[in-house]
Each structure stands twice: as C-alpha cells, then as structure tokens.
C-alpha cells in the first residue's frame, strides 16, 4: 500500500526520542514498570524515579516528507501514516459523536522514557495511555520477517495503525473500562488488542479513498491483493499462538493478552470490509 504520486507531508507531527541503552537494574525495571502498564494497567512508574533514564529527546522532529519518501524510507512512512489516520480518526470519532484528539508519536531508537516508565527496543511498539504518546522504534520492521510476516508498506502501517487504535480505545474509555488484568482467549485484555486490530482495518479499508485536506490527493493508492495479504501476515505473525510457538514453548490460550493468529487477522479483516466502529465491538460478543 503506497503512497499516492503527488501527496506530501508537513514535518513536525513525530518527535525523535531516546538512544543509548537502558542500563541493567534500575533500566529493567523501568521496562518491568512499562510491562506491567500495558499489560495490566497499573501505572508502577513512580517507583522507577531513581532508575537510570535513557538519553533525552533530542527536539529533533521528522521532517517534511514527499509520497516518493514515504514510500522508501521508514520514518517518514510512519509520519505521513499516521497523518493519514489523524485524518480518517478525526472524521470518523466526531461522526460517532465523541470527541478526537489526536496523539502525540514518538521514534526512538535503542530506548526510550515514557510516561509508563523506561523501555527499549525490545517491547516494541506500542501506546502509553498516561502521555497519550505512540512509540515506534522503526527497526521492529525487521522483526516482522523473523516471526513469519513478510515485510511491505502496509504490514509496516497496521502496526502504526493498531497502536493508533489503541489511542481511540483511550479517548473513547474503552482503556478504563476493560479489566486489562487478566489473560486468557476470551479476557478483557484480548478483547483490547483485537478491536485495535479492527480498528485498523477500518483505516486500511478507508485509507485509498480519504482525501488529504491539505493537497488534495487521496493518501494512499487503492491496496493490492497482496499488500493486503502483508497486513494479513503482519497481524498472523504477532498473534500469542504464533508468538509461543517461535519461542519454543507450548501454545497456552490461558496465558494470551493478545489473541491467535487467527483472531487477530479476522478481526482486521472485519474493519477493513465492514469498516464500522460498531462492528469493532469486540465486548459485544462472547465469540472472540
């Protein structure tokens, strides 16, 4: 899924954040303190006060991107992607009746400070509802490949748009609300990861057809069979099944946070054709 010819993107809009790396003890345990946040949502970052920070955001931002670029280099396909959704989301939550804010997104390499507590390369992308901040360490592209996913622009873009998701689950209180401490295949936590699955189909089924209010041209080009079976693999290949299995251990639904491969790219297929938040209510099912 390309960028369409013609289309470019204001710089400014992902702020560049940490380096180095988070040091052995206190840096762990800010990266237990994140773990924990996003698993459970119990904010234990207070008590990493003392541990050693990763270095300082350094004011740098992305800067202004051509469709030619965003196609060929990854931040800047991670700035003009979620420009593309800032667009989508804020029609469509305002549609729904809510109000949209728009998240902040930060690219770090190594490790990163957040407002969940300190984290590495190595958790990652994800969203920190506390700082309403998506963190993206673009080399996590490469590790795609290694879980089963062949890599391509719109594997890339769903795991910008599911972090994404998660922000709208934020501002829409489905974050609160969700007992996120459990696991298990039909647990709270599940259900929050596959509606923001859904969530991102529904931009990828939107995203050919929504219209850059500042040029004029569509975002993107309309999606490929195959680009779509990128997104497809992209969400197989981080389900807890496929996870379990690549490390070696037995596959256990009771243990899941996530959902299987199977789930998860069913209900990104669910957004992408049917593309309603209603039929992204992953809570409203006992059949996940």
């Known amino acids: 899924m390309t960028f369409q010819e013609g289309g470019s993107f204001g710089g400014g809009r992902v702020r560049k954040g940490g380096g180095g790396k988070v040091a052995a003890g206190g840096g762990a345990i800010g990266i237990l303190a994140l773990v924990v946040y996003l698993f459970t949502g119990v904010d234990l970052s207070g008590v990493t006060g003392g541990a050693q920070q990763p270095a300082p955001e350094t004011g740098e931002t992305v800067g202004a991107c051509t469709a030619e670029q965003a196609n060929t280099d990854r931040e800047c396909l991670y700035s003009a992607t979620l420009d593309s959704l800032d667009t989508f989301w ?5 549609a729904a009746g809510g109000q ?3 998240p902040e997104a930060v690219s770090f390499n190594a490790a990163v400070s957040t407002g969940c507590g300190n984290a590495s390369s190595s958790t990652g992308p994800f969203y920190c509802p506390p700082d309403a901040t998506i963190y993206v360490d673009v ?3 490469d590790q795609l ?7 391509g622009p719109l594997a890339e873009q769903y795991v910008i748009a599911h972090e994404y998701g998660h922000h709208i689950q934020q501002i829409t209180g489905v974050m609160d609300q969700a007992e996120r ?17 859904c969530y991102a189909g529904m931009w990828a089924g939107n995203a050919a057809t929504t219209v850059d209010p500042d040029t004029g041209v569509t975002y993107l080009e309309p999606i490929t069979q195959a680009q779509l079976q990128n997104a497809l693999g992209a969400a197989e290949a981080v389900g807890d099944d496929n996870i379990q299995e690549q490390s070696g251990g037995g596959v256990n639904p009771d243990s899941w946070t996530h959902g299987s491969s199977e789930q998860r790219e069913r209900w ?6 049917q593309g309603t938040i209603a039929a992204c209510d992953t809570f409203a099912t006992d059949q996940l």
């Open 90 to 94: 804020g029609a469509t939550i305002p």
């Open 100 to 102: 949209f804010s728009i």
């Open 139 to 141: 080399s996590f592209f």
């Open 145 to 151: 490949a290694q879980l089963g996913a062949e890599d």
């Open 181 to 197: 401490q459990g696991t298990g295949a039909d647990s709270d936590s599940v259900r929050v990861e596959l509606q923001a699955d």
């Open 268 to 273: 990104f297929t669910t957004g992408y054709e």
